[in-house]
């Protein structure tokens, strides 16, 4: 009798998690379209910017901003980016975590739902990233390594050579959690001029 209890218990958790996944690719897909209406014809990074993480542009759909969209052109994965991150916010897209794109040195996080980041666990160095910002800015990224961390590690997901004293040398971390919840998986990027 309580082996079927939990049984049950297991695959109603299954269940649960399943509709919750669905239900996140059906809002990140509706917030996409939006963006993708509301974008400007898109053009190369500029130099001339003031390279700093306050004038990063965004684009609001239902009073969220949103800095982008994010595409990985191997996992058939094309996802707006919210501007800040937050547990409700996660449930339905990815989130900058830190940093910006005009500083090199932007974090995105998302939960291990099948349409978001599950699939980066296996992005392989060499592969294409594209970022497209809110005022059209189209950036290519390629990815140089897969790591494990720690989600205590703070310090090792967000500092890279451009925001402190690590040697650390990417622009791009995707991350998300592992299966379990024990650890994360970080993919680092960097920047294709």
């Not at 542009?57 to 990985?72: N, Q, S």
């Amino acid at each position: 009798m309580l082996g079927l209890l939990l049984i049950a218990a297991a695959l109603a958790l299954f269940v649960y998690n399943r509709l919750d996944a669905d239900r996140a690719e059906e809002a990140s897909y509706e917030i996409l379209v939006q963006l993708e209406d509301d974008l400007p014809p898109v053009h190369p990074p500029r130099n001339d910017v003031i390279q700093n993480e306050e004038s990063m542009p965004d684009l609001v759909v239902e009073e969220i901003p949103y800095i982008g969209i994010l595409e990985l052109p191997s996992l058939g994965i094309q996802l707006p980016v919210a501007e800040s991150w937050s547990y409700d916010q996660l449930r339905n897209t990815p989130c900058r975590y830190t940093g910006s794109w005009l500083t090199d040195d932007l974090v995105i996080c998302a939960h291990n739902y099948p349409q978001h980041f599950s699939k980066i666990k296996g992005m392989e160095p060499g592969e294409e990233v594209w970022f497209t910002s809110a005022d059209g800015t189209v950036l290519h990224y390629q990815v140089l390594s897969r790591e494990t961390v720690r989600p205590t590690a703070i310090s090792e997901m967000i500092e890279n050579d451009r925001n402190s004293d690590s040697t650390a040398d990417w622009d791009l971390t995707l991350f998300t959690c592992n299966t379990g919840g024990q650890t994360r998986c970080a993919v680092r990027c960097a920047r294709v001029p």
